[in-house]
């Protein structure tokens, strides 16, 4: 590649790279505006941080959406890793093609139609058996887990489809259980993407709007909610302070998960190491035999 190609591709790449962050900085920026208006910068304040930490409502909206999220990624890695597992162990049984439509249904189905026939679910099943009582928290973490446990299903489906089966058949073969063999080498081996998976119901969870909307009741709120329904109002530094804060956790969250991959990373390359050097140290190098010695070894003594 010639060199006016190299920064035409670096100017895209910068291009690309404001286009996706610049709105980001932007919101943490006029987080500390001074201004009650989002679009006039007036100077530096943290004032709305301060206000923010007496907003009873957007805080309780916080709990709502950080507890229906922790439940949601628990239960979906629970539920979708099993199915992944099935999906990937047992490809061929009967119902087999009508089981995987239905786990891929919720990926391609809009998500109005998911919100409506819930709603009208959670409706009949008040009025025949009594419960729920109304829309709150159960209702919607039972339509983010519906939303979620395929997004888990497809990624362990995924990994255990790559994964060397000898492992697990060398297992069996030394007399270890199914389950022995699930939680002591499926498991380890599916691991990154149980978390993976975990991220992304928790993040899909949280930033839910379609289906809280429906599943969500008078007392209960999540935070989308709450933030939407002020921006219908007119946008002020407070909401970009909740932003800001959002991007903080995610982006210490991100870093942390960077740098403890780059350490197990580093600890696995040691060990390799330190394993190729003991076995090549355990071989020691048989020693040249000359001829003549070779020749009185075998010659018959007189």
């Known amino acids: 590649m010639n060199r006016s190609g190299i920064w035409i591709g670096r100017g895209f790449l910068t291009l690309l790279f404001l286009f996706l962050y610049l709105p980001i900085l932007s919101v943490v920026v006029y987080s500390f505006n001074a201004s009650p208006l989002a679009s006039e910068w007036a100077g530096f304040s943290t004032r709305w941080y301060a206000?923010?930490?007496?907003?009873?409502?957007?805080?309780?909206?916080?709990?709502?959406?950080?507890?229906?999220?922790?439940?949601?990624?628990?239960?979906?890695?629970?539920?979708?890793?099993?199915?992944?597992?099935?999906?990937?162990?047992?490809?061929?049984?009967?119902?087999?093609?009508?089981?995987?439509?239905?786990?891929?249904?919720?990926?391609?189905?809009?998500?109005?139609?998911?919100?409506?026939?819930?709603?009208?679910?959670?409706?009949?099943?008040?009025?025949?058996?009594?419960?729920?009582?109304?829309?709150?928290?159960?209702?919607?973490?039972?339509?983010?887990?519906?939303?979620?446990?395929?997004?888990?299903?497809?990624?362990?489906?995924?990994?255990?489809?790559?994964?060397?089966?000898s492992l697990t058949e060398a297992a069996r073969d030394l007399g270890a259980s199914p389950l022995r063999v699930f939680?002591?080498?499926?498991?380890?081996?599916?691991?990154?993407?149980?978390?993976?998976?975990?991220?992304?119901?928790?993040?899909?969870?949280?930033?839910?709007?379609?289906?809280?909307?429906f599943l969500s009741g008078p007392e209960t709120a999540t935070l989308p909610l709450v933030l939407l329904s002020r921006m219908r109002l007119g946008l002020n530094p407070e909401i970009n302070a909740v932003g800001s804060l959002i991007i903080g956790v995610i982006s210490l969250g991100v870093v942390g998960n960077s740098w403890y991959l780059m350490r197990r990373e580093q600890a696995q390359a040691r060990l390799l190491a330190q394993a190729a050097l003991h076995r090549k140290s355990a071989v020691s190098p048989t020693s040249p035999v000359s001829p003549i010695s070779l020749q009185s070894r075998l010659s018959p003594t007189p």
Not at 131 to 144: E, F
Not at 185 to 208: H, R, Y
């Open 51 to 165: 206000k923010l930490l007496q907003d009873d409502e957007i805080l309780d909206a916080c709990r709502v959406s950080f507890s229906i999220a922790l439940a949601t990624a628990c239960s979906s890695v629970v539920v979708g890793a099993w199915i992944g597992y099935v999906l990937a162990s047992y490809r061929r049984f009967r119902g087999s093609t009508l089981f995987a439509a239905m786990v891929n249904a919720p990926l391609v189905l809009p998500e109005v139609i998911s919100g409506i026939a819930l709603l009208l679910l959670f409706v009949s099943l008040e009025q025949t058996l009594g419960w729920p009582q109304g829309r709150g928290m159960v209702t919607i973490w039972i339509g983010h887990t519906m939303l979620c446990v395929s997004y888990v299903a497809i990624t362990v489906q995924a990994r255990l489809s790559s994964m060397d089966r």
């Open 183 to 213: 939680f002591d080498i499926t498991l380890p081996l599916i691991a990154p993407s149980l978390f993976a998976g975990w991220v992304l119901s928790f993040t899909i969870s949280l930033d839910d709007v379609i289906m809280s909307a």
